[in-house]
């Protein structure tokens, strides 16, 4: 059997590349920053949370292992971000259609207690150890030369935030994000890839990562003289699937930290990548807003308090 590769891209973070075998897709990933053992601690979860969230015409995969890393075997093949960004390419009740059902879907996986069990408290995903790792890094490091770029006020907030952020509590994916969402070419078929990044949290952890990439879209739509509202509405209408499903809107306040973590994260990992500290330059305006933020929502009362799911 021949097999076309539709793309290969190598990070600091990832090496990844989609394969076309006929009649699916294959994805091959290998983590830079992977831990065997935590792997291992989450298969049994993945296995689960494959075999029982399909619901709306969405799937989870869970990945295969193999010598050149992890391998998810996938009936689409359009990633998620491609479709929003730099062009807009589901609009309208398709896009509210697609993300309602992405937010439905990631809110029977934070309120199934039968999915939790396998996982470990304590278990982090790999990108926010990464983000450990960042902020302890040599300053003389890319992500160090990055960081140096930000006010000390902000990369201590940025820090705390990231103390405090539980390791207990619901199944989280721990790494939610447009680039591990496919969808077929109508946007009715959607697949999320889970496994390699399981653990236990609040649920704003998932919703502020894919949340993040959303309002970065946003914020870059208006630099570049476009309309940011679909972004918007792309936000409001994955908060309203997942709070369809639970009952209850999430805490602001921490969809607004673990989105100053996710962009924190993105801005070490790029400088890290292209091996420059330009990156933060870019950056240091939109990262300080995103953090100061918080604290203006500080000044008003949450929408609800966080107690860990037993």
Known sequence: MSSDIAWNYNTSVWQ???VFDGPGWRLVRRAKDGHTDDALRRSRSAERLASVAQQDGVRFVRPGHSEDGSVYELTACEVLAGQLWPDLRVVGRDLESLMTRVGAAIARVHTSADLTADVE????SPHLRRLRAHLDADPSTWAGQAIAELRPSVVAQVRRWLDELPTCGALCH???ALGSIFVDEGAQRIEVLAGEELML???????????????EFEFQAGVRGSSGLP???AAKFLLEGWTSVTGHAPDQRWIDKVIALRSFLRMCDLAETTRSAEAAANNVLFMTYLVERVGFLGQVPTQRAHRAIA
Do not use: K
């Open 16 to 18: 990844q590349r989609l």
């Open 121 to 124: 408290e304590g278990v982090t």
């Open 231 to 233: 972004y918007e509405g």
């Open 174 to 176: 721990g790494g939610l």
């Open 201 to 215: 949290s609040v649920p704003e952890l998932d919703l502020g990562w894919l949340l993040g990439e959303l309002t």
